[in-house]
Each structure stands twice: as structure tokens, then as C-alpha cells.
């Protein structure tokens, strides 16, 4: 009896998720997933709308993108770098030949800037790491039928070598918007306007190593609008 009425309750969550979403007309990525400040606003689905992915080769092939199926609080990296409490991350579960797990997603839920290694997290943020073999991808899934403007930004965190990232916005397949960041470059802001979306579909912001996935954490931020 317990479990049918715990059950019961988690479907009714689920479906004030769903509700909720399709009630927005806003969506903005650190906001939504920093909302609570713990694991549940940063999950798959989170604000019924932002999935957490990777891909295995570089193409832009949705059909091909998996989920990163591993939460760690605080994200786990090599032996030398300082993550705190604070600082989770969903991450490949299979570490490459360095010993990382990556690509990963992760965020900064506390209210200063943390220092993993002799580069800095903003408080309050959201980043993305690719592998050297495949794409970080953050999607986010419609929950409405409709036209949307996007805008955001990407950035690099980490300065101290590699040869930058290349971003992108995607519709499906389709590329709305791209971009390269050179090592220690600035941030690149996009923006794409009157985008059609119809319930279910997935708009794609990924980040690509561009040959060399060393010290490639990106910062990202998203804010998805319905037009009136």
C-alpha cells in the first residue's frame, strides 16, 4: 500500500511538472536549475524542459545523443582539482584514458567564485565540458507549440592552454546559431529570433573541444521566451 501511494504521489509531481512548464512562457537555464539550490532542480527534466547529454562523435545527429547518466555532488575530475560541495555535475560514467569523466554538465550553486584549479567558476552558474571525442549538450524540450526568440551566451572558464571551443545552437539537426571561442577569448552572445517549436521538440546548445578538449570548461547561460 506504501508503495502504490508513493506512486501515486510521484505521478502527481510529475504532472505539476509538466503543468508548470507548459505554463511558462520564460524559460532561463541558471535560474531554472539553481531554482532550489539541490539535486532536484538540477536533474534530468528539470523545470519539466533542460536535459543534460553527450554525444560520441562530433556530428550533430540528435538520434545519436545520450543522456549523462551519472550525478556526482561534489563532480569528480583528476586527483588535482579542488571541487567543493556545491559544485555537482552530471558527467560520463566512463572515464576516459586520463582518467576523466567527461563530457559533463555542472553548475555553481553557491554564491561565490570557486576555484577548482587556478581558474574560477562565477557563483550562481552553469557550465559545460566536452570529451575528446564527442559533444557536452544541454537540449531543452518543448513543452509548448509556438514561436520562441533565444538568446544567451557562452564563455571560456579556462585559460590556461588548448586552442578554445566552437558552440552552437541547433534545432534538431539544424544549426541557428555557431560560433568559435579562442583560448581565454571573450564571451560570444547569440541570439536567434522567431523559431518555430511544436510540443515534444528540442532545441540543442552544444560545445565542441575543436580538436583539443584540454581546458575547455565553458560557461553557458539560456533564456528561451515564447513570442506573443
Not at 561534489?74 to 576516459?96: I, K, T
Request: aromatic fraction near 12%; glycine fraction near 10%.
Amino acid at each position: 500500500m506504501n508503495k502504490i501511494k508513493k506512486l501515486i504521489v510521484l505521478c502527481m509531481a510529475l504532472y505539476a511538472l509538466a503543468v508548470t512548464a507548459a505554463a511558462q512562457t520564460t524559460w532561463k537555464l541558471s535560474k531554472n536549475l539553481l531554482a532550489t539550490n539541490n539535486q532536484i532542480s538540477f536533474n534530468q527534466g528539470a523545470n519539466g524542459v533542460w536535459y543534460f547529454l553527450q554525444s560520441k562523435s562530433f556530428a550533430h545527429a540528435p538520434k545519436t545523443y545520450q543522456f549523462l547518466s551519472t550525478y556526482y555532488e561534489p563532480c569528480v575530475s583528476d586527483a588535482a582539482s579542488n571541487w567543493v560541495d556545491g559544485m555537482p555535475c552530471w558527467q560520463n560514467p566512463e572515464p576516459d584514458a586520463r582518467g576523466y569523466r567527461l563530457p559533463l554538465v555542472g553548475i555553481n550553486s553557491t554564491y561565490a567564485t570557486q576555484f577548482v584549479k587556478n581558474f574560477g567558476f562565477p557563483p550562481r552558474s552553469v557550465f559545460m565540458h566536452p570529451s575528446s571525442s564527442g559533444l557536452a549538450i544541454i537540449g531543452w524540450k518543448s513543452p509548448i507549440t509556438g514561436l520562441v526568440n533565444i538568446t544567451g551566451y557562452f564563455s571560456d572558464l579556462d585559460p590556461t592552454g588548448a586552442n578554445g571551443v566552437i558552440w552552437s545552437v541547433d534545432k534538431g539537426s539544424q544549426t541557428l546559431a555557431s560560433g568559435t571561442i579562442a583560448n581565454g577569448g571573450p564571451p560570444q552572445t547569440f541570439g536567434v529570433t522567431g523559431v518555430s517549436v511544436s510540443v515534444g521538440q528540442v532545441l540543442y546548445f552544444t560545445v565542441d573541444p575543436d580538436g583539443d578538449y584540454t581546458s575547455d570548461a565553458t560557461g553557458v547561460d539560456v533564456t528561451i521566451s515564447q513570442t506573443p
